[in-house]
């Protein structure tokens, strides 16, 4: 492969352009040293900085942040910069409260929801059988964004089924918590009693809501809930996550006891 210097002396690509990846890789683990004891939300320095700094070009300063942010290091926030970053154990598990809120706040987050949409539709499909009703029965699909210490963090539908809980549009409107609508308004204990977790590509409008490439793997999670008393399912649900926002940890404990 041959190589030329660019004005700043960085060896470039002749044919691409691109900088070598040993180079924006050293510049890389030199950052990530720097920022290894820096708390969360810090912020780094920008591709100016960087290029001034080590005499380099933007391209190289660029690729080094995404190497970082490719190892969940820093995280690049639209209009504000790139911080450090720190993602939190989101825990699932059976023993536990299946509640963001509640889970995030066990890990020393700040959690907060915004409703995107609540609208009634026909269950349909593996979502019917999840929710053991008949194909057709009216259930609300509920769409959120949450958010960790207020950045982003996840997109999610939860499904719940309309003769559960008739007015659910006014309830998460006054209460974020789902899992405290159900327990104050339903009468019932959730617990979790299916999950299934994968490391998937975001379509189009989940990578939109998550403000995140649609060539970047988020985590996918898809869990059933039922009350804890009468094993009657009540919600479900499937929350795409952004990788440097949580790490998802899957503790193999064994169901809840009533």
């Known amino acids: 492969m041959v190589y030329f210097a660019d004005l700043s002396g960085q060896p470039v690509d002749a044919q691409s352009g691109d900088v070598p990846r040993s180079r924006y890789t050293e510049i890389a683990e030199v950052l990530a ?9 810090v912020r780094v320095a920008g591709e100016h900085e960087i290029a001034a700094r080590f005499g380099v070009s933007r391209a190289a300063a660029r690729s080094a942040l995404q190497e970082l942010e490719g190892r969940y290091l820093v995280r690049r926030v639209r209009g504000a910069g790139t911080f450090v970053s720190r993602p939190l154990d989101y825990v699932l598990s059976q023993s536990r409260v299946p509640s963001m809120h509640q889970t995030i706040r066990e890990a020393g987050g700040e959690p907060r929801t915004v409703v995107r949409d609540v609208t009634t539709v026909p269950v349909t499909g593996a979502i019917a059988e999840r929710l053991e009703r008949a194909e057709g029965s009216a259930v609300h699909l509920l769409t959120r964004q949450s958010y960790i210490d207020g950045l982003l963090s996840g997109w999610s539908q939860e499904w719940i089924p309309v003769d559960m809980l008739p007015e659910l549009d006014a309830a998460v409107h006054a209460v974020e918590s789902l899992d405290t609508i159900l327990r104050q308004m339903c009468g019932v204990t959730p617990v979790r009693a299916w999950c299934r977790v994968s490391s998937v590509l975001p379509d189009r409008r989940v990578a939109e809501g998550l403000e995140t490439a649609h060539n970047r793997p988020v985590w996918l999670v898809e869990s059933l809930s039922r009350d ?6 009540v919600m479900c649900s499937s929350t795409w996550s952004r990788p440097d926002s949580v790490r998802i940890i899957v503790e193999l404990d064994g169901p809840v006891t009533p």
Request: proline residues 7%; charged residues 25%.
């Open 33 to 41: 040293a720097e920022i290894a004891d820096q708390p969360a939300d």
């Open 228 to 233: 804890a008393a009468s094993g009657r399912a």
